[in-house]
T-cell receptor, first 116, second 112 residues
Framework: AQSVAQPEDQVNVAEGNPLTVKCTYS??????LFWYVQYPNRGLQFLLK??????LVKGSYGFEAEFNKSQTSFHLKKPSALVSDSALYFC??????????????FGIGTKLQVIP | DTEVTQTPKHLVMGMTNKKSLKCEQH?????MYWYKQKAKKPPELMFV???????INESVPSRFSPECPNSSLLNLHLHALQPEDSALYLC???????????FGPGTRLLVL
């Protein structure tokens, strides 16, 4: 069974400092990996995804994530945090298989708090 | 344009009411999804539609009835809900079932 672990319920970072939100995964075969962000009382917004190729993926709003196959990790990063980045972040995984629906499994979410 | 719209934004209903949630996308996506999200939890998949046909039902109670009238619209009909069904209901769409899902803003449902 596939799974996603986001080990930190909350991450606090000072505005202007780099941020990292951690994610590790378990899936059969190769993964497709995703990060979504959710602001209060809103839906999930797609940030970035890893499908294949370069292990460093760049996404929206200056976020990037690094795929590490040996550590089965896909940590989300940003060089300089903004107060407006404060939100709930979800990591998600699905098997890299074609030919039909593959279930997307979400982590439990990490709340990012950027302190002014 | 990666916009998925949902109406209403908020809904309060009694346990004997019948109501419907609506979702719309004009991105030409052929797969659409309903998710349920409780507070501080990840979204839980309810239904998957592919080419307007129901392809996945994650053992959802029959008081939730999905409908896909056309490739742009997805409805969720609600009847005889329970208070524990109160949640944020999210609609998503994707180009195909293997592609990235894009989510709407959700409908906040409260069942009294």
């Amino acid at each position: 069974a596939q799974s996603v672990a986001q080990p930190e319920d909350q991450v606090n970072v000072a505005e202007g400092n780099p941020l990292t939100v951690k994610c590790t995964y378990s899936v059969s075969g190769n993964p497709y990996l995703f990060w979504y962000v959710q602001y209060p009382n809103r839906g999930l917004q797609f940030l970035l995804k890893y499908i294949t190729g370069d292990n460093l993926v760049k996404g929206s709003y200056g976020f990037e994530a690094e795929f590490n196959k040996s550590q089965t990790s896909f940590h989300l990063k940003k060089p300089s945090a903004l107060v407006s980045d404060s939100a709930l972040y979800f990591c998600a995984v699905r098997p890299a298989l074609s030919g039909g629906y593959q279930k997307v499994t979400f982590g439990i979410g990490t709340k990012l708090q950027v302190i002014p | 344009d990666t916009e998925v719209t949902q109406t209403p934004k908020h809904l309060v209903m009694g346990m004997t009411n019948k109501k419907s949630l609506k979702c719309e996308q004009h991105m030409g996506h052929r797969a659409m999804y309903w998710y349920k999200q409780k507070a501080k939890k990840p979204p839980e998949l309810m239904f998957v539609y592919s080419y307007e046909k129901l392809s996945i039902n994650e053992s959802v109670p029959s008081r939730f009835s999905p409908e896909c009238p056309n490739s742009s619209l997805l409805n969720l009909h609600l009847h005889a809900l329970q208070p524990e069904d109160s949640a944020l209901y999210l609609c998503a769409s994707s180009q195909g079932v293997v592609e990235t899902q894009y989510f709407g803003p959700g409908t906040r449902l409260l069942v009294l």
